[in-house]
């Protein structure tokens, strides 16, 4: 997303996917440019976390399903605790219940995401 002044009509022009929107005055231009840019910053968060909702039931319902319980020496190639791949699994069933409309348990979750956020699943 760019914006110019014209040198013809002293106006102040946006190209938005293609489209040149026109303002009267550069202020005018800088404001809308910079709600686009929190806009798409606000869009691309909800889509970042879509994959999530959409998957996660599936992973909590097959851990559950599963009957598997976990040891630290079971994930420990992966630098994590049992303790901490439990916290992930809570986070993930509130994460659901939030997006199903129904009250999650407070708690601060950034710890569980921040002791997975490096590990590498990827081999």
Do not use: C, H
Request: hydrophobic share 45%; aromatic share 10%.
């Amino acid at each position: 997303m760019g914006f110019w002044q014209s040198g013809e009509n002293d106006k102040w022009y946006i190209n938005i996917n293609g489209t040149n929107y026109e303002f009267s005055t550069e202020l005018e231009a800088v404001q809308m440019a910079n709600k686009l840019k929190l806009a798409q910053a606000i869009i691309a968060q909800a889509q970042a976390i879509a994959p999530v909702m959409d998957e996660a039931p599936d992973v909590v319902q097959e851990y559950f399903d599963s009957g598997i319980t976990f040891a630290d020496a079971d994930v420990e190639p992966l630098g994590i605790t049992a303790a901490q791949l439990v916290s992930v699994i809570t986070m993930l069933e509130n994460f659901n219940k939030f997006f199903a409309g129904t009250t999650p348990a407070n708690a601060q979750y950034r710890v569980n995401v921040n002791a997975v956020r490096r590990v590498n699943i990827n081999g």
